[in-house]
């Protein structure tokens, strides 16, 4: 097993303390303990290892059956649901069709702004000039059915970042964008201010990530410089697929 392992950081945004959730049945975290305080963390792991199940606890959408999700010190469930909680957090789907509400970009994109206590006139004003800033003035009043996947991703991604949380946790925001569309949300990560945590099967986006935590059946794998994890995740994959295609049953060098 990888020995990375990061220094506790200083005054996390967001901390999970022993952390037990079961959804439908099934354990997902069996006493799970993060401090979130670095600006740029990216999640990696197979597929039911409990990434969206992470994201989900840190925006309240998933109640622990024990343990404590932390929002800069304070009880996340304990902050009233509206305009503080999001201030603090949001989230951005795995699939934007569980996200996206309203049938028009413009609109979409005004829910964000609604917690702020402007008149919907005022924030699909302000929907339309972040739209005309980055050249896609002609979006505002398409429908988003006429938006293809990966435009309904980044449609998702936008709308987060204009609703402008102090974390922003994006569940495989790269998984449908071709790899222009991939660098350009990295750019826009990278300058975008906020803390953000991303999940992702693509690696390349969080290799250069300060934190990058491995997760495996629910437990920290490892935790540590996004390029040692990166390289720990590929080196265990490898091994596990070279047994399984040599038809031997894993073995703990692979995971
Ligand atoms: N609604 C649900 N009901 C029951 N079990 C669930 C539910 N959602 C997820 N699980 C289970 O919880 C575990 C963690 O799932 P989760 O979606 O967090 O994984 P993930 O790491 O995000 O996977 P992926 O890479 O496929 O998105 C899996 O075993 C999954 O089967
Ligand atoms: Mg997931």
Same mark, same amino acid.
């Given at each position: 097993m990888p020995s990375v392992v990061s220094a506790p950081a200083a005054s996390p945004l967001l901390e999970l303390r022993q952390i037990h959730l079961r959804r439908g049945g099934q354990e997902?975290? !069996?006493?799970?303990?993060l401090g979130l305080a670095e600006e740029r963390i990216g999640l990696i792991g197979h597929?039911?290892?409990?990434k969206t199940s992470l994201l989900r606890l840190l925006c309240g959408l998933e109640l622990p059956q024990t343990g404590e999700v932390l929002s800069q010190g304070q009880s996340l469930h304990a902050l009233p649901a509206g305009q503080l909680r999001a201030q603090r957090v949001g989230m951005m789907f795995?699939?934007?069709?569980?996200?996206?509400?309203?049938?028009?970009?413009?609109?979409e994109l005004a *829910?964000?702004?609604q917690p702020r206590g402007l008149s919907r006139r005022?924030?699909?004003a302000a929907a339309r000039a972040f739209l005309a800033e980055r050249s896609l003035a002609d979006w505002g009043a398409r429908a988003v059915s006429? *938006?293809?996947?990966?435009?309904?991703?980044?449609?998702?991604?936008? &709308?987060?970042? *204009?609703?402008?949380?102090?974390?922003?946790?994006?569940?495989?925001?790269? &998984?449908s964008l071709d790899l222009p569309s991939q660098a350009h949300l990295s750019d826009e990560i990278?300058?975008?201010?906020?803390?953000v945590i991303v999940s992702t099967h693509v690696l390349g986006p969080v290799r250069d990530c300060a934190r990058v935590i491995w997760l495996h059946e629910g437990r920290v794998q490892a935790d540590g410089p996004g390029s040692e994890v990166c390289a720990a995740y590929e +080196? &265990?994959? !490898?091994?596990?697929?070279?047994? +399984?295609?040599?038809?031997?049953?894993?073995?703990?060098? +692979? *995971?």
């Open positions: 997902v975290f !069996a006493g799970l303990n597929n039911g290892a409990g795995q699939n934007p069709d569980d996200q996206i509400i309203f049938p028009t970009v413009e609109e *829910l964000g702004l005022e924030t699909l006429t *938006l293809s996947q990966g435009q309904r991703q980044r449609l998702c991604w936008l &709308a987060l970042l *204009l609703a402008g949380p102090r974390t922003l946790l994006l569940d495989e925001p790269y &998984a990278a300058a975008c201010g906020r803390q +080196a &265990a994959v !490898a091994c596990e697929l070279a047994q +399984a295609r040599a038809g031997r049953a894993p073995t703990p060098c +692979a *995971l």
